[in-house]
């Protein structure tokens, strides 16, 4: 459990993907790992900033300038916080990562995506996740159980139809990197969803 290892869990808004991270992580520390749990956007201090001025406000800016700003985060979380930790051996549990800006800001915003997969790989020394959990969903289940949730979340609010061509790109993406990807059906209970994802990453590190 020394060897590093970076698990990332990704979905569209209302998937679960931030209570599955959470519950990953209290397993984690149930058995001694040596982890860390991070976010993006954010992560640091500036990434935080980032996260609040992208996320919350200017809702007209570019899609260019969105893509710019989210990588910018994950810049400056890559270089301080994620390859540190992965230099130490440890594992890095991360809430988003690349996924989610391909298929946020790549499929969804329609810009360029071999222009958006490159600009990543500059932010992130082309590192990818070791294990992705993508938790999918329908649309409007999603947004059936985001009905009374306050976020202020400008991304959040672009409707179900854009929330359905962020699926799409990440129905797609998950079908070129299955290797790397996991596929979980996050219309279940989450004590089903969360027994699954504690068991594939047993089978995956055990296997390393």
Known sequence: M????????????????????????????????????????????LGEDIRNFALKKYKDKSVKAELYLFEASRAEHFEKVIQPALNEGKIVVIDRFCDSTLAYQGYGNK????????????????TKP????????????????????????????????????????????????????????????VSEVADEIKDVFLQRINNE
Request: one cysteine or more; charged letters at 30%.
């Open 111 to 126: 810009n360029d995506l071999e222009a958006v997969e490159f600009v990543d790989d500059f932010a992130t020394n082309n």
């Open 130 to 189: 070791d294990l992705t959990f993508y938790l999918d969903i329908d649309p409007r289940e999603a947004l059936a159980r985001r009905i009374g949730r306050s976020t202020n979340d400008i991304i959040e609010d672009r409707g179900l139809l854009y929330q359905d061509i962020v699926r799409k790109g990440y129905l797609e993406i998950y079908n070129k990197n299955k290797h790397r990807i996991v596929l979980i059906d996050a219309n279940r209970s």
């Open 2 to 45: 020394k060897k590093a290892f970076f698990i990332s869990f990704e979905g569209i808004d209302g998937s679960g993907k931030t209570t599955h991270t959470r519950i990953f992580c209290e397993f984690l520390r149930s058995i001694g790992a040596d982890f860390i749990s991070t976010r993006e956007p954010g992560g640091t201090p």
